[in-house]
C-alpha cells in the first residue's frame, strides 16, 4: 500500500517535470521509479529517451528553413531507448502512443521522413484524445502534427512508399490539392492544440505561483516554457502557405484566430508579431471594399486571393475534441473597417513593444536590444502610415514620444517624430527634435532645410532660420543640388528681415543680402523655379521692375501653372500700369485657381490659403478701394460681385467646418473676406453696411489690427475724427508698423493742425516702408502746411518717382515660404 502511494506520487512528480520540461530532473526519477515495487522497465525506457532527445534538441536547435539529414552519434542512446520500449509490448496503451510520436520525432530529426510518417500512420494522429490529457500529452500531440506537416512538405508527392505508410491504400496517390489540404490542416491542428496546451501549462504556473505565494517556505520558481521549433513551426507556417498560394482570405483568418485565443506569457512575442504581420496585410493588401469583419465568415470568393487559384481555395474542414480558449463577452470592441483594425493592432504591438523593451547598453544585452529597437520600429513604421492616412498627426506625434525610450542615437525615430510634429502644427517642438536629428547626421542638408522651413514659416524665428540655412551652405560639395536651396532659404530669412525692419538703412541691407543669395540660388540651379521666383519677387520689392518681369517670365517657362508666379506677373504688370493685361493674368488664374479669391496678407499665400495664426491675420493688407486708380463706380460695381462670390463660396464651405487650429483656416479666411467687403462699402460711401461688415469680422478676430482701422475709416466717413483718432492709435498699439493706420493717423493729426505729431508719425511710415508713395505724399503736404517747402517738393517728387512702379497692392503680400 505504501509503495502505491508512493509510486502515485512518483508518477505525477514526472508528469509535472514533462510538463514543465524539466529534463535534467528526469534520469534520478527514473531510478526511483526501478526501485520501486511497481517498477516498469519499459516506462524508464521511454521517459530517458524522451529525456536525451529534448535535452539534445536544447543543446542544438532546429533552424526554420534548414534540412536535418543524417544521424547523429548523440541520437544513438535515444533510439536504443525508444525501440527497447516500442519491442517489448509492455506499455500502457497511451505510453506506446508517446513512444511512437517520440520515434516519429526522432526520425525527422535524422532526417528520415518516411519513416516518420510512418510512425504517424500507425498511432492515428486524429484519434489520440485531447480531452483529459495530460498537459505534456497536449504538447507532444501539437509537435506531431507540426512534424507530420514537414515530412509531408519534404517527401514528394508521389512517393509510393509514402502512400502505402501514410493512408494505407496502395494504390491511391493524392492530388496536389488534396495534399496541400493535408498540410495545412496538420499545422492549423498543431496550432490550435499548441495553444490549448499553453493555456493550460499557464494555468498550471498560476496555480503553483498562488501556492506558493501562501507556503510560509518559498518554493522554487517556474520557468516560463520556451515553444520550441516544433510548436513555433505549427502557429506559423499555416499562414505562410496560405499567403504563398495566394489565399490571403484564409491566411487573414488564421492570424484572426491565433490572436482571439486566450493569451499566456509564452504566446505574447508571438502575438506582437503576427498583430504586427497582420496590420501590414490590412494597410498595404486589403481595402475597404475587400474587408470582412473578425466575427464574420470570410466570403467564397474575394477579390484578395489570387485568381488563377480560385478554383482551388484551401478551408477549414476539421474539427476538434477540444480547442483554445477564445475572448468572448458583451461589449466587445469589434474594428468595422481595415485601418480600424490595423491600428488596434498596432497600438496593441505598440504597447507590448514598450513593456518588453530592452534599453540596457551593456554589451551581454546589445543583441537582444538590436532586436527590441527593430521590432518597435516597424510597428511604428506602420503606425505612421495608418495614422497618415487618416491625417491623425497629433496622435501619431504622441506615439512617437513614447517611442522615445528606443531613441537613444537612433537617428529614424527622432527623425520620424520631428515629421508628425511638423504635421501636427507642433512647429516649436519639431525644431527642437531637429536639432538633434542633426547632430546624429550632420552632414544631412535636408534636416537643416526643414527647420527653417519652419523658422520661416509659422514661427518667424528668423535668426534661428539664418542658422539653419548658413548650415546647409556651410556644407559646401557635400550639400550637392541642396546647397542651392540653402541659397534660397538664406535669401528669404535677410528677405522677411528686411520686410520687418523698422530702418530705413537696415531694410535696405537685408534687401541687398537677399537679392544677392537669391542670385547665387539661381545660377546654382538655373532650372529650379522657386529660385527664378524668389529673385524675380526680391527685384519686384526692390523696384527693379523691367529685371523682375525677366525673371518671373523665365519662372512661368519652367513652371508655368505656378499660382505665386502668376500673382507676380499681375502685380508687376500693375505697376507698370497695364492694368488690363495685370486683369487678363487674374482671370486666367482664378480659372486654373477658382478657390482662391483675393489676396491677403504678409507671409500668407491666396486667400483660401489664409494664415496660420493671429500674428499673421493682422499683418494683412487690404486693397484700398477709394484709390484713385481703382475707384471708379464700374471697378468699385466689380469689386462688390467678386466680394458676394467669395463670400458665398466660404460661407457654403464652412456649412460643414468648425473653428479649429492649423493651416488653411477658413474662418480667417472668412474675416478676411468681411473687411473686403466693408472697404467696397466705405469706397461706396455706405457706412452702416461697412459698420455691419466689420462687426463680422469683429466676432471672428475682434483683436485684428484691421478691424480697428477699419473702424477708423468707418469713423471718418461719418465725418467724426475724434473717434477715428482713437481707432487708428489702438490699431497701432497692436501692431506698431502697420503703415495705412500710421498714415490716416497722421492725417487726421494734419486736419486737426498738430503739425508736429502729424509729421513725426509720417515719417515713422516712411521708415517702416520706403516704397509707399501715398505715405510719401501725406508727409509732403505736412511738410508744406509747415511752410516747409523744399523738403515738401523732394517728398512729391519721391511719391511721384514711387507711385511710377508702385503695384495695385504691395509685392510683400505673395508668400515667402521654403
Known sequence: MTARKSGSRLETEIERCRSECQWDKIPELVRQLSAKLISNDDLGELLLGECKLQTYLKENPLKQGASPRGPRPKLVEVRKHLTAALDRGNLKADYLQEASLLMAKL???????????????????????????????????????????????????????????????????????????????????????????????????????????????????????????????????????????????????????????????????????????????????????????????PPTVSPLDDPTRQGHVLSKNYSLSRRPRVYSGENLFCPQENTEEALLLLLISESMANRDAVLSRIPEHNNDRIISLQSA??????????????????????????????????????????????????SARAVKVLKECIRLKPDEPTIPLLAVKLCVGPLHWLDEGESFAKMVIDMGEKAAEFRAKGYLAVGLVYSLKATDASLRSTQEEYQRKALGAFQRAQSLSPTDHLAAFYLALQLAVSRQIPEALGYVRQALQLQGDDVHSLHLLALLLSAQKHYHDALNIIEMALSEYPENFNDSGRGSSLLDRAITDRRQLNAMTLPDFSDPETGSVHATSIAASRVEQALSEVASSLQSSAPKQGPLHPWMTLAQIWLHAAEVYISMSKPAEAAACTQEASNLFPTSHNVLYMRGQIAELRGNMDEAKRWYEEALSINPTHVKSMQRLGLILHQLQRYSLSEKVLRDAVQVNSTAHDVWNSLGEVLQAQGNTAAATECFITALELEASSPILPFTIIPRAL
Open 377 to 426: 520600429s516597424v510597428v511604428y513604421d506602420l503606425l505612421t502610415i495608418a495614422l497618415g492616412r487618416r491625417g491623425q498627426y497629433e496622435m501619431l506625434s504622441e506615439c512617437l514620444e513614447r517611442a522615445m525610450k528606443f531613441a537613444f542615437e537612433e537617428f529614424h525615430l527622432w527623425y520620424q517624430l520631428a515629421l508628425s510634429l511638423m504635421a501636427a502644427g507642433k
Open 107 to 297: 526520425c525527422y530529426v535524422e532526417g528520415e521522413y518516411r519513416d516518420a510518417l510512418g510512425h504517424y500512420g500507425k498511432v492515428s494522429l486524429d484519434e489520440m484524445q485531447l480531452v483529459g490529457a495530460p498537459v505534456y500529452r497536449l504538447s507532444m500531440i501539437a509537435e506531431a502534427y507540426a512534424t507530420k506537416g514537414l515530412c509531408l512538405e519534404k517527401v514528394p508527392a508521389a512517393s509510393p512508399s509514402l502512400s502505402n505508410k501514410n493512408t494505407g491504400s496502395p494504390s491511391s496517390v493524392k492530388s496536389t490539392s488534396d495534399r496541400e489540404q493535408e498540410i495545412i490542416t496538420c499545422y492549423e491542428k498543431s496550432g490550435d492544440i499548441a495553444l490549448l496546451y499553453l493555456q493550460e501549462a499557464e494555468k498550471v504556473r498560476i496555480h503553483k505561483s498562488g501556492i506558493q505565494n501562501r507556503s510560509p517556505k518559498p518554493g522554487p520558481t517556474s520557468q516560463d516554457i520556451e515553444l520550441g521549433y516544433f510548436l513555433e513551426t505549427g502557429l506559423q507556417r499555416a499562414h505562410v502557405i496560405h499567403f504563398k498560394n495566394g489565399n490571403l482570405t484564409r491566411g487573414v483568418g488564421r492570424f484572426r484566430e491565433i490572436l482571439r485565443a486566450v493569451e499566456s506569457r509564452t504566446t505574447q512575442s508571438l502575438r506582437m508579431t503576427i498583430a504586427r504581420q497582420l496590420a501590414e496585410i490590412l494597410l498595404r493588401g486589403m481595402c475597404e471594399q475587400s474587408y470582412w469583419s473578425p466575427l464574420e465568415d
